[in-house]
């Protein structure tokens, strides 16, 4: 049995209705998008009414809409097609970013998990070489939102490109890339509630990335391969839908509040991981000193509600948060942090169920101590 309570929307939001919907309709319908027939330019329809919609959320050019295979497929199109000699990314940035140069200048962040501006002026200002700044808007562990306006600011100072991994806020605060200045933009269908396996890299007015993947005329020649119409069409409805719940967001902040009260009410040994930043209104990463993030994440799976480690697992070796430790906290610490992150079908018994179950998993660990 899957646990009844789902609390883990930065891994993946359940499918939403109206994105089932459209990807049952474009399932069943033949063609190719690249077709001249009436079956292919069907399925054209879908795909440039998704693009459309995925434009519409992100403040994008429609032009500059080049759907992916995942969010993680759209930062390596970024970093890696851009023509850039020199890449700085934040030493916060989710692994796809970090993995796809390994030997790109690491951006260090303060206490809060923001990147700390004074140290990308002063690494800019070092070598006037082409430069892609990487810094994402919110990160997917912690919520907290960067400062992009100011690193906007910095890298056009300096003549920097400036790329944004968005997948964890676009759809959950207000977003337009266009307004704020943005180069390139990564966004991915199934953290709004569309399928996995559909991302998409949003590029301004003007500008071009080499393809990683060629051999057809898909997406203007920037992504080669017969489209996924029906995860598209997933993504567009997906968009949509999240474009319409934005009015609503309040809810999700008030939701976090309460967890987060409730929680350091229940055991205040907890500590709020990034409470001293603005943050996305449906994160929150809580730490339990003491009690192992895995041992947090298993006994709550036991006991029903769904929740993410604050650490990676890799071939079965645990390891701390990376963005944690860039954040100074101490290696316990970090070890201790488990992320609770809300979405669009999210209510107060998901939250109560959590502080039940945590708190229940606390007191019994503390009992064994003693014991």
């Known amino acids: 049995m899957p646990p009844a309570v789902y609390l883990d929307y930065n891994a993946t939001a359940p499918l939403r209705p109206e994105a089932a919907t459209a990807i ?6 033949c063609g190719n998008a690249s077709s001249v027939h009436g079956f292919g330019r069907e399925q054209r ?5 998704a693009r459309e919609a995925v434009a519409a959320l992100a403040g994008a050019p429609l032009a500059g809409v080049i759907f992916t295979g995942s ?23 989710h692994e796809s970013v970090l993995r796809a140069l390994p030997e790109a200048e690491r951006i260090p962040l303060d206490g809060d998990g923001r990147v700390r501006l004074e140290a990308l002026e002063r690494m800019l200002a ?31 100072r300096h003549g920097a490109l400036l790329h944004c991994d968005a997948v964890q806020a676009v759809g959950r605060i207000p977003f337009d890339m266009t307004a704020l200045g943005l180069d390139l933009v990564s966004v991915s269908a199934h953290k709004l509630g569309g399928p996995q396996g559909v991302g998409a890299l949003l590029l301004a007015e003007g500008l071009e990335v080499a393809p990683l993947i060629r051999g057809g005329g898909q ?13 598209i069409a997933g993504f567009g409805a997906a968009a949509e839908a999240a474009q319409a719940g934005l009015a609503d967001a309040g809810r999700s902040e008030a939701l976090r509040d309460l967890l987060e009260r409730l929680a350091t009410e229940a055991l205040p040994e907890a500590l709020v991981i ?13 730490a339990l000193p003491g009690l192992a993030a895995e041992t947090q994440v298993i006994g709550l799976d036991l006991a029903g509600v769904a929740v993410s480690a604050g650490s990676a697992c890799s071939s079965g070796k645990v390891e701390s948060s990376h963005v944690l430790r860039a954040m100074g906290l101490d290696e316990s610490l970090a070890a201790s942090a488990i992320r609770v992150s809300l979405g669009w079908a999210s209510d107060e018994s998901d939250i109560a169920a959590f502080i039940a179950a945590w708190s229940d998993l606390a007191r019994r660990s503390a009992a064994r101590l003693a014991g």
């Open 24 to 29: 049952r309709e474009a399932l069943g319908a």
């Open 45 to 49: 329809r879908r795909l440039e009414l």
């Open 71 to 93: 969010g993680s497929e759209a930062n390596n199109l970024a970093l890696l097609g851009c023509g850039r000699p020199r890449l700085l990314v934040s030493a916060g940035e």
């Open 126 to 156: 070092a070598d006037a070489a082409p430069a892609l700044v990487s810094v994402m808007l919110a990160n997917n562990e912690t919520g907290v939102i960067q400062p992009i306006e100011a690193v906007v600011e910095i890298a056009g």
């Open 219 to 231: 997406e203007r020649r920037r992504r080669a391969g017969t489209e996924n119409v029906a995860g």
């Open 274 to 286: 990034g409470a001293g930043a603005p943050r996305l209104p449906n994160t929150s990463c809580l």
